[in-house]
């Protein structure tokens, strides 16, 4: 049986589920304890979320690598759906100018280009979903 518990470790919120073995939930006597504190509990859970986030960062470190072995790149600023592509590849773009239309929570943004240059790639399409932090366009 499955059952899911909230735990608070350092200030953050964790939702965890836990699965009951052996014994059941109404059992007055534990057979081993646990042998283990609250204190090494919580390094526990906060090692592993730091663990985590660094394979998360590194990922999409190497996801952006992978898509631009040289010059300079637009990021998505949040996470969406690409309603409209405004530019080409080739095409001469000035900063300023609006390359995507982005629709995030309901609302249409357009993402704008933040310096001048030429585009080398648009690495998306209309309809896609991003994520904050996707490369959209790959200058030269």
Known sequence: MLRKFKVRVEGKEYTVEVEEIGKSAHSKHIEQPLG???????????SDTKGTEQKLESATKEKIEKKTSKGSTLVSPMSGTILDVLSSKGASVKKGDKLIVL?????????????????????????????AGDVLVVFE
């Not at 283990?36 to 390094?43: A, C, D, F, I, M």
């Open 36 to 46: 283990r504190t609250t204190e090494q509990v919580s390094e526990e859970v906060t």
């Open 103 to 131: 629709e995030a929570m309901k609302m249409e943004n357009t993402v704008l280009s933040e310096h001048d240059g030429v585009i080398r790639e648009i690495t998306v399409s209309k309809g896609d979903n991003v994520d």
